[in-house]
């Protein structure tokens, strides 16, 4: 509030004019929940991994319309899985929770998260269906209308990103991903994630001084993001996977830096991107 009268503001009725000025992550910051990302077309759907933000697509979930899920798993790091003891479909007679992996081991940890002592419901007294489906890498599949195709990132422990295709549009899903190669001759058949993409969510945890001391992390910067959009001629990107150790003047101060390093280097390439936030809702055009 500090900001508020140094502005010289001081009476209560100006606080909401005031924040009208500010950006929404200014104000609220860009959340804190762990990943979890939801492809829309329509009444058709796609959840993307199953951290803590699960929870609150969970909340809004209406049984009584749908009772069938579809959720795509990159890799199995706790902060993409732990939510999904608590996505409550799982408890549901009559729902169906659909599971797709590259991952042999898919069915194994996923029941392991549904066992005592760490969890009071076994995977045997799940009233929902849970069917386990394996994907192959760089094959294309079909999954509630969407067309979805698996390709490794950069990551220490296997991870796979998503090209989700529907309508002409698609979305390149690349988090966690440390983007060590970023050209299509280094990314080989793994350009296959990025080409012609009309939105790309991008891992930009740390800058680009930070990599020296988090080389093998498996996380990315913003200024690589922007030099793969300058190599495959991407327009749109988002970047995400935000230092959970950060306050918001923290995310807040990475993104001016992110902004000058584009002024300064990319903005020829007259990008649209942004720090995704909690909640944020992007229709793909």
Not at 15 to 23: A, D, E, M, S, Y
Not at 51 to 62: E, F, I, P, R, T
Not at 92 to 110: A, D, R
Not at 260 to 275: G, T
Request: aromatic residues 12%.
């Amino acid at each position: 509030m500090s900001e508020f009268f140094t502005a010289g503001n001081t009476k209560p009725d100006q606080v909401k004019k005031f924040l009208n000025t500010k950006g929404i992550t200014a104000v609220a910051g860009f959340g804190t929940a762990t990943t979890c990302v939801e492809v829309m077309d329509g009444d058709k759907s796609l959840l993307i991994d199953g951290g803590s933000g699960l929870k609150a697509k969970s909340d809004q979930c209406n049984l009584s319309v749908n009772k069938e899920f579809h959720i795509l798993i990159t890799h199995f790091h706790f902060d993409h899985i732990l939510g999904l003891p608590f996505f409550i479909p799982h408890f549901v007679k009559g729902c169906t929770i659909n599971y797709y992996s590259v991952h042999k081991e898919t069915e194994e940890i996923i029941r392991g998260l549904f066992q005592k002592p760490t969890f009071p419901v076994p995977f045997e007294s799940l009233s929902a269906e849970v069917k386990f489906h394996h994907l192959n890498a760089y094959e294309q599949n079909e999954v509630n209308g969407f067309l979805v195709t698996p390709y490794m990132t950069d990551h220490p422990d296997t991870c796979y990103g998503f090209r989700i295709e529907k309508n002409n549009k698609v979305y390149a899903h690349a988090v966690d991903n440390e983007a060590i190669r970023i050209t299509a001759a280094d990314l080989g058949q793994d350009a296959g994630l990025y080409r012609n993409a009309d939105l790309v969510y991008f891992d930009a945890q740390y800058d680009e001084e930070d990599m020296a001391s988090k080389k093998g992390w498996g996380h990315g910067t913003s200024m690589r993001g922007f030099e793969l959009c300058e190599n495959f001629g991407l327009k749109n990107i988002l970047f995400a996977h935000h230092d959970p150790a950060f306050s918001i003047e923290d995310s807040l101060a990475q993104k001016k830096r992110a902004a000058k390093i584009y002024e300064e280097k990319y903005a020829h390439l007259k990008l649209q991107w942004d720090f995704a936030y909690e909640g944020q809702v992007v229709e793909i055009k």
